[in-house]
């Protein structure tokens, strides 16, 4: 059983900061990409941010320059830097990743997501 949990959300003024951490543990080989998605009330999921195990990264257009992947690969884990937070940031951001198990079976884990509220 593999789960990820995400953490680091919360309430922001406008041109803020957070940081979001994402822990993926249990019967885990190997994690492969990771990445962030989000949901606005209303809307879609959409993607936020994406890296692969040796680093690539990509990025939605609406938060390039503003936003940062990264991950350890010792400890399982993935951030996501915010920076410069727009009210249209808001969102419940869910960590996403691929990950294969001990039993060499590969399977695409998504955490319960994490509240970002940008509101002055």
């Known amino acids: 059983q593999v789960q990820l949990v995400e953490s680091g959300g919360g309430l922001v003024q406008p041109g803020g900061s957070l940081r979001l951490s994402c822990a993926a543990s249990g019967s885990i080989f190997k994690v492969n990409a990771m990445g962030w998605y989000r949901q606005a009330p209303g809307k879609q999921r959409e993607l936020v941010a994406t890296?692969?195990?040796?680093?690539?990264?990509n990025y939605a257009d609406a938060v390039k320059g503003r936003f940062f992947i990264f991950r350890d690969n010792a400890k399982n884990m993935v951030y996501l830097q915010m920076n410069s937070l727009k009210p249209e940031d808001t969102a419940v951001y869910y960590c996403?990743?691929?990950?294969?198990?001990?039993?060499?079976?590969?399977?695409?884990?998504w955490g319960k997501g994490t509240l970002v509220t940008v509101s002055s």
């Open positions: 890296i692969t195990s040796d680093g690539g990264s």
């Open positions: 996403n990743a691929r990950i294969t198990g001990r039993d060499y079976v590969t399977i695409n884990y």
